[in-house]
C-alpha cells in the first residue's frame, strides 16, 4: 500500500501542512525527513516512540531519515505542552543524555545502505553561534505576533514565559532550515505538540531563501487508552527503552497487559506486521479474547524491536515459568528481573533456619501459629514446589544458585529471600 495510505490506516496521520503536495513530492523521489528529541532525560520512554517509528516507516520505503538530538535545544527546552519553566540542566549533562539516546535510536533505524540513517545533533550548527548572528540572520525573520499566535506560547503567557523558552521556537526553527540546506530535508515529523515549531521552520525556510521552496510539515496523534489513563504510565513510573531503568522483562509485561480496546490501535501505531496480520489478529480479539494472541504479538515485537532476540526470549521464559509455577527453571538473573518489586527479605548466607521461623522472621505470616497453619495446609510454596512438613529446613537445595529462595503464600503473594 502507499506510504501515506497506510499511515491513514494506522491512525497515525494527525496534521499535514500540504497533504496533497507531500504525496507528490513522494511519489516523484526519495526525500530527506527528519524528526528529533532533546536529551532532557538520560533515556527515551515509549511516548517517545511513535514519531521516530513514523520515521522509520519513511526509511521502509526508501526514504533517507535524519534523526536529530538537541544537544543545544535540550540546554534551553521545548515549552510545549509545559505549564511552568523547566529546570535548566548543564551541558555534561545534556551531552551523556544524548550519548545514551543516540544509543537507544540505533536500534530503531538501519543505518547502513543508499538510504541510512544520519545521527545529527544540533549542538554542532547551534552551540558555537553568537547572539547577534541568532538575531539578525534568524530572529528578524519571526515575528512576535507570530510567536504570540502558537498555542505553546500563548497558553504560557498568563502564567509566565522567560524569553529563553520563548526563543526555543525559533532554535527549532533554526534545525529545520539547516537540515534543508545542508541535507535536502523537505519534511519534519513530530508530535502533535510540535505542530507549532515544525510550522515555524517551515515559515524560516520560506522567508530566508530567495528561490521558490517547499518544505512540508507531519504531526501524528497523542497516544491515548481506551479507558482514559496515561499512555507509557504504570504504578512503578515510566516505562523506559533503558533496560537498567525498566527491565525487558518489565516492558514486555506491559504490552503483554493492554487492554483489549487498546491491542489493535497499538499493533497498527508501533510495529510492523502487515495488514493482513493485524486484521487477523483483530479477529482475535473479537472471537477469541482468552487466547490474549495480539497482546502476545504486540509484546514480542516490541521487545525484540528495543532489547533484541536475546532478551525477548528471555521475558518469554520469565513469564512462563511465573505462570506455571516452574520457578526452579529459572536463574538468578531472571529472578532479579521477574521479582523485582515482590517484598524482599535479606537472610544471612550459610545459616540453616526452619521454614516456620523463616515465614514468620520475613513477615510471610503474621505469626508462628499462622505459619505453622499456612504450611500444614499446603498454601507455602518454595520456588513453585509446595511444602507441607512443619520440620523443613531451608537450605542449599532450596536456593537458586546459592541467591534467592522464592516463597509464595497462597495464589499470587511472592516473597524474595536473598541470601548475603
Known amino acids: 500500500m502507499e506510504l501515506l495510505k497506510d499511515l491513514e490506516w494506522r491512525g497515525i496521520t494527525y496534521q499535514q501542512t500540504d497533504a496533497e503536495g507531500l504525496k507528490n513530492l513522494l511519489d516523484k523521489e526519495s526525500i530527506s525527513i527528519y524528526c528529533g528529541i532533546d536529551p532532557t532525560a538520560d533515556s527515551m520512554h515509549i511516548g517517545h516512540l511513535l514519531p521516530f517509528l513514523t520515521l522509520r ?42 550519548a ?34 541568532f538575531l539578525r540572520d534568524f530572529g528578524k525573520h519571526v515575528g512576535v505576533n507570530y510567536m504570540l499566535a502558537k498555542d505553546t506560547i500563548s497558553s504560557r503567557l498568563e502564567s509566565g514565559i522567560s524569553f529563553t523558552e520563548f526563543t526555543y521556537t525559533i532554535l527549532q526553527a533554526l534545525d529545520f532550515n539547516h537540515l534543508y540546506d545542508h541535507y535536502n530535508c523537505k519534511l519534519q515529523i513530530g508530535g502533535s505538540d510540535q505542530w507549532g515549531n515544525i510550522t515555524t521552520g517551515l515559515e524560516l525556510i520560506r522567508r530566508t531563501h530567495e528561490e521558490e521552496t517547499k518544505a512540508f510539515g507531519f504531526t501524528i496523534p497523542l497516544v491515548t487508552k481506551a479507558d482514559g489513563t496515561k499512555f507509557g504510565k504504570t504504578e512503578s513510573g515510566a516505562i523506559w527503552l533503558d533496560p537498567e531503568k525498566t527491565s525487558p522483562y518489565e ?30 489478529l483483530a479477529v482475535s480479539v473479537e472471537t477469541e479474547p482468552h487466547l490474549r494472541k495480539a497482546q502476545k504479538a504486540l509484546a514480542e515485537e516490541m521487545t525484540k524491536m528495543i532489547h533484541g532476540e536475546e532478551a525477548l526470549e528471555q521475558a518469554i521464559r520469565i513469564t512462563g515459568a511465573l505462570f506455571s509455577g516452574d520457578i526452579k527453571s529459572l536463574s538468578a538473573s531472571e529472578i532479579l528481573e521477574g521479582f523485582k518489586d515482590v517484598p524482599s527479605f535479606e537472610q544471612p548466607k550459610g545459616d540453616a533456619i526452619g521454614l516456620v521461623d523463616l515465614i514468620v522472621n520475613a513477615k510471610i505470616s503474621p505469626s508462628k501459629r499462622q505459619a505453622r497453619e499456612d504450611v500444614g495446609n499446603g498454601a507455602i510454596y518454595i ?20 541467591q534467592f529462595t522464592i516463597i509464595r503464600r497462597g495464589k499470587k503473594k511472592y516473597f524474595k529471600i536473598q541470601y548475603m
Not at 535524519?66 to 534551553?76: H, S
Not at 544509543?103 to 550548527?125: H, P
Open 383 to 402: 520456588n513453585g514446589e509446595r511444602v507441607t512438613d512443619l520440620q523443613h529446613v531451608i537450605d542449599e537445595k532450596d536456593m537458586i544458585e546459592g
Open 100 to 133: 545514551s539516546i543516540k544509543n537507544q535510536l540505533e536500534s530503531i533505524f538501519d543505518f547502513e545502505g543508499e538510504n541510512g540513517a544520519v545521527m545529527v545533533n544540533n549542538y554542532d550548527w547551534i552551540g558555537s553561534m553568537d547572539v547577534v548572528t
Open 251 to 280: 516492558f514486555y509485561q506491559f504490552w503483554i497487559n493492554t487492554a483489549d480496546a487498546d491491542v489493535v490501535k497499538y499493533l497498527k501505531y508501533f510495529t510492523f506486521l502487515s495488514h493482513e496480520e493485524i486484521e487477523g
Open 57 to 98: 516507516r519513511f526509511q521502509n520505503q526508501g526514504h533517507r531519515p535524519l534523526v536529530l538530538v538537541g544537544g543545544a535545544t535540550g540546554l534551553i527546552g521545548d515549552p510545549s505542552g509545559k505549564n511552568e519553566e523547566r529546570k535548566l540542566q548543564t551541558i555534561d549533562v545534556i551531552r551523556q543524555n544524548a
